[in-house]
């Protein structure tokens, strides 16, 4: 039995059997020339630094697309020239369709695999352009100004995106909506793309740096597109087989994925301690992670991946955390031992897990749609409100904030269109089965929440709107924790769909009302 619920409807479909699911299938195998890092690049275990190795299979990786790395028991050091252009980061940015094979006979080790880069999507001036609205179902969009149709080429990877969610100098950069496409054909300052666009995207959202324009960053807000720099490279395929990092020899856990369209990680291990970073999915289109393992750290899942499926993956003392809703969609399936799931994306599909599940995006943007299947949750939901005293009523249900208000920056994070907003205090009670206490959206009086739907936002000169379906400023006749209500809340997300679930908590908590 599947049940979609909001938090008025009783909880159903509890209980049920798990389900055991297919071993994923192995990622597809290269095409290329195979070579080995030892016998043909001269590479050798710790004491000695590799990265000359490293440096000369990449040479070669270069001018033969399809290439694989083999490389043998043992642990080794990428100690000189580690950083962003060089090391690693050529892997993703500047090899087609390569893979790095690992042994499957004992373990393989690396001190650093940061293969993080910038080059290929900067979002500076000269690589992004604003675009008229654009409805979902379309393959051509409009630019703004005409002069900006000199930045793109028929042929150039773009992201399309908007609604920005973070004020903050970051990379990359988070939104609730985009989409990786190609242009096809260009004539003036219209391109059609090569897929219909997903989502809609409009002119009118605001600008995530009004006021404060960063001098070569855009950091966009509005429908706009940014070129991929090097769409030769983007468009590929990196494979990561039986790596482990370890990052305790002069190491570094940090683990960035970022800048090809396809990643395909299997059968890795991801060493970290305290709140380091470990392997961290980001900037691609799809991101598929089997047979892994996160021992220790944090596992940040970063943000602009279009697609992250997780199966027959452990964190082992790790927490998975979603910081934003700019993972379009994750699948995670059939997890080993306990997982723990530090926040939800914008849509989450979780099935035949143990799962430690903390309900809406860590700090931005929201979560559509959560799907849980024929698993066992134990669940918290992320607190996430903005401030009643900095959004002033001005009528005809629009709130507006200034631009000068010292909490701006949670404006952008939480005031997301389609989704509603409750009012109350910061922290409410802990219902049985909780890890943590609810947000404080339940009056004292034991009523139902009051909550009311964004509709829009936009901006001016001087203020940031929030355009919403109440007809008169919300009620201040209850109380929430002994006190009047003092918070804006978001809901964990906006609709929750369970089957063949186990918990001791009540999780229609998580979902908004089904107005």
Partial sequence: MTVTIGRRELLAALGGTAVAWPLAARAQQPSGPTKDFVADFGAAPAPADSAPALQSWLTFARANSGSTLTVPVGYFLINSNPGNEIGWAGFTNKCKNATIQGSTTGVTKFNRFYMGTYSNLQYTYDTAGRIETA??????????????????SVGNWVLVC???????????LSFQYYEYRKITTESGNRLTLDAPLAYDYKSTWPLVRSGDLHPTIDYGGPAMIYRVTHSEFFDNTSIIRNITVDPSNNGDPGVFQGCQRNYVVDGCTFIGTGNYTTFSPSNCASCRVLNTKWSGGVGEVDKLV?????????????????QSASVDRCVIKNAVGKFINGGTPRIHEISNCNIQLFGGPSFFGNTESLTLENSTVEPAINKRCVERVDYEWTGSGVFRTPWTSSHITTAFQYAMPGFRWAIGNYQGAQPPGYIYPLPGIYPDDGSPPFSFRILD???????????????????????????????????ACKTLTLTGISSAADLSYFAEPIA
């Fill in 162 to 172: 908007g609604l920005g969610l973070m004020r903050a100098d970051s990379y990359p």
């Fill in 306 to 322: 279009s697609y992250l499926e997780i199966d027959h993956c452990e964190t082992a003392n790790t927490t998975l955390l979603f």
């Fill in 457 to 491: 936002v936009y901006g001016d000169a001087s203020y940031f709107y929030v355009k919403t379906d109440l007809t008169a400023p919300p009620p201040d006749t209850k109380t929430y924790s002994g006190e009047k209500w003092s918070k804006f809340h978001l809901y």
């Fill in 135 to 152: 409805a979902a179902g379309s393959n051509t969009i409009t630019l703004v100004n005409s002069g900006d149709a000199s930045k793109f």
